[in-house]
């Protein structure tokens, strides 16, 4: 009995469940108590559970936010790629299809990777069979690519890519997460100015529709499903294999942080570090350019991103944010060198130096180490263990990522680091507040994901808090509204990065807007038009007409 015709017999099993509170989510199913004992009579291979530490797991995110939306009924181990595309192709022949979601590491916020009362796949799964991350993560040397599982960390393809001198160009700032992820939603960091953001640099995709087909897409085959998919939110299909273009790697990064007591200095000068052809003394003189807002006592939580400083420059930082009125602004930086194609440490000395003689920072408030380019990438790391050891890792996150048009981060700065977060001394140990600018021109506007295309710049802003103590969830979620309704008074337009919306018409008005809601719609009734895939966002919980 092959997978597809067991879960055949599967929906055949399904009891179809209705009633007020669960009427948001058309066709709405639970699978008959006796599903695992009559696949295991049928002699199909025990890939589903429905056990209650199963499905709880499978429902709950790093958000660690109650999001009141019904646990998922199964969650599917898939053995290979065609596991997938049959549970799919038994959603589409049940009457009432039942949803399917991808998740990976489960680093969505609002329970985005959830699927109410249907059934989660376990990406991970694909990479835990015998010669499984052999088999799914493979280096082309000549190629110049690397072709990754869907379910693989990003922090495995680095070493992948490294043990050939090689590398991929674009990047998040948490390595830990799968590659159809972060591609799910877009991958940005630091060098997200130069080479554009991790959807700007795929080659391939293998990818399952929400009808079940198993297609290879490109920009020069299947491009329509290939754009779809990038930045898609998992709505139009399950990723399972990408590939990734390499370069050669750089050996060492020479990383920087300078201080600065105003926005306007610190935005000015990043501005002129991502222009990268705009010919200044310091266009382009670094690879990774961020930055992010110190506030006074963020505390153990606000410093989680590396132990960058010793205990005395901590000291004198935490004083001149003081004496800045409670806010300082950091730029962070790398310049990378060593490698086999790159020039060596005697010119990343020149570099530095015009950098540390060019930019506006507050002298005497800049900070160097030298690291490996590895360890550079996966510095997040280190913060994350120390958390996880302090018992601060596993706590509500209600984070808030934000793109800004260049011409208002001022405005957003005076009005919500300076002002919101700074009120009522309600800061306390909230987490990493992040600030930098982004180049549009190295967006694809074809892909599904949604970005400010005013103007050629735009800034990502990440308040990206932890709720650590009682209280602090409700205050920080309030804060979030409030920072929302400060951008839409003030008339700064924004768009929500990893976004959340909790019916269907925010997501139309808010955040797509008229041309691409229609997009959407489009190519949601062409790859998924029963809406079987990650209903969890709440961006179609039923079949289209």
């Given at each position: 009995?092959?997978?597809?015709?067991?879960?055949?017999?599967?929906?055949?099993?399904?009891?179809?469940?209705?009633?007020?509170?669960?009427?948001?989510?058309?066709?709405?199913?639970?699978?008959?108590?006796?599903?695992?004992?009559?696949?295991?009579?049928?002699?199909?291979?025990?890939?589903?559970?429905?056990?209650?530490?199963?499905?709880?797991?499978?429902?709950?995110?790093?958000?660690?936010?109650?999001?009141?939306?019904?646990?998922?009924?199964?969650?599917?181990?898939?053995?290979?790629?065609?596991?997938?595309?049959?549970?799919?192709?038994?959603?589409?022949?049940?009457?009432?299809?039942?949803?399917?979601?991808?998740?990976?590491?489960?680093?969505?916020?609002?329970?985005?990777?959830?699927?109410?009362?249907?059934?989660?796949?376990?990406?991970?799964?694909?990479?835990?069979?015998?010669?499984?991350?052999?088999?799914?993560?493979?280096?082309?040397?000549?190629?110049?690519?690397?072709?990754?599982?869907?379910?693989?960390?990003?922090?495995?393809?680095?070493?992948?890519?490294?043990?050939?001198?090689?590398?991929?160009?674009?990047?998040?700032?948490?390595?830990?997460?799968?590659?159809?992820?972060?591609?799910?939603?877009?991958?940005?960091?630091?060098?997200?100015?130069?080479?554009?953001p991790q959807i700007s640099n795929v080659q391939e995709l293998d990818v399952i529709t929400g009808l079940g087909e198993m297609v290879t897409c490109s920009k020069e085959k299947?491009?329509?499903?290939?754009?779809?998919?990038?930045?898609?939110?998992?709505?139009?299909?399950?990723?399972?294999?990408?590939?990734?273009?390499l370069i050669p790697a750089p050996a060492r990064a020479r990383w920087v942080r300078l201080f600065y007591t105003g926005a306007a200095a610190l935005t000015g000068d990043q501005e002129r570090l991502i222009g990268v052809d705009l010919g200044t003394t310091v266009s382009g003189l670094m690879d990774y350019v961020e930055g992010s807002v110190v506030l006074a006592d963020q505390g153990q939580v606000g410093s989680w991103r590396s132990s960058f400083f010793s205990e005395a420059d901590a000291a004198r930082i935490a004083a001149l944010a003081e004496e800045a009125g409670g806010v300082l602004y950091c730029l962070e930086g790398s310049l990378y060198y060593g490698g086999a194609a790159l020039a060596g440490e005697s010119d990343v000395d020149k570099r530095l130096e015009v950098l540390l003689r060019e930019l506006r920072y507050a002298r005497g408030f800049a900070f160097v180490q030298d690291v490996s380019y590895a360890g550079f990438l996966d510095r997040v790391r280190d913060g994350e263990l120390k958390l996880r050891a302090a018992g601060l890792w596993d706590v509500p996150h209600p984070w808030l990522n934000l793109f800004l048009p260049r011409s208002r981060v001022l405005d957003f700065a005076d009005g919500v680091f300076h002002g919101i977060l700074r009120r009522d001394g309600s800061t306390g140990p909230m987490g990493p507040i992040l600030v930098y600018p982004l180049n549009r021109d190295r967006w694809d506007g074809d892909t599904s994901a949604v970005f400010p295309e005013e103007e050629e710049v735009f800034y990502t802003v990440g308040i990206l808090r932890s709720a650590v103590s009682e209280g602090d969830l409700g205050r920080l979620e309030e804060q979030n509204e409030e920072i929302l309704?400060?951008?839409?008074?003030?008339?700064?337009?924004?768009?929500?990065?990893?976004?959340?919306?909790?019916?269907?018409?925010?997501?139309?008005?808010?955040?797509?807007?008229?041309?691409?809601?229609?997009?959407?719609?489009?190519?949601?009734?062409?790859?998924?038009?029963?809406?079987?895939?990650s209903r969890g966002q709440r961006i179609f919980t039923s079949p289209l007409a």
């Open positions: 009995m092959t997978l597809i015709a067991a879960l055949f017999v599967l929906s055949c099993l399904l009891k179809t469940t209705t009633s007020p509170a669960t009427s948001a989510y058309s066709g709405a199913w639970r699978p008959a108590s006796s599903l695992l004992h009559e696949l295991c009579h049928l002699g199909v291979r025990p890939l589903i559970r429905d056990d209650a530490e199963a499905t709880a797991l499978a429902s709950a995110d790093f958000g660690n936010v109650s999001d009141a939306q019904p646990a998922a009924a199964a969650v599917l181990y898939p053995s290979c790629p065609e596991d997938i595309a049959s549970l799919l192709r038994a959603s589409c022949m049940h009457p009432s299809p039942f949803p399917v979601s991808a998740r990976g590491c489960g680093h969505s916020t609002r329970g985005q990777a959830s699927a109410p009362r249907g059934v989660v796949v376990d990406m991970l799964s694909l990479g835990c069979q015998v010669g499984g991350s052999a088999t799914r993560l493979s280096v082309s040397v000549d190629g110049r690519y690397v072709d990754a599982g869907g379910e693989q960390l990003w922090v495995d393809v680095l070493r992948a890519a490294l043990a050939h001198g090689l590398t991929p160009r674009a990047w998040t700032d948490y390595l830990h997460l799968t590659v159809g992820g972060t591609l799910s939603n877009a991958g940005i960091s630091g060098q997200a100015f130069r080479h554009g299947h491009a329509d499903l290939f754009d779809a998919v990038l930045g898609g939110l998992g709505q139009f299909g399950v990723i399972t294999r990408a590939r990734i273009p309704r400060f951008c839409e008074e003030a008339g700064i337009p924004c768009v929500q990065y990893l976004p959340y919306y909790a019916a269907q018409a925010g997501w139309e008005k808010k955040h797509f807007g008229p041309a691409k809601w229609a997009r959407l719609v489009e190519r949601k009734r062409k790859y998924d038009p029963k809406a079987i895939l």
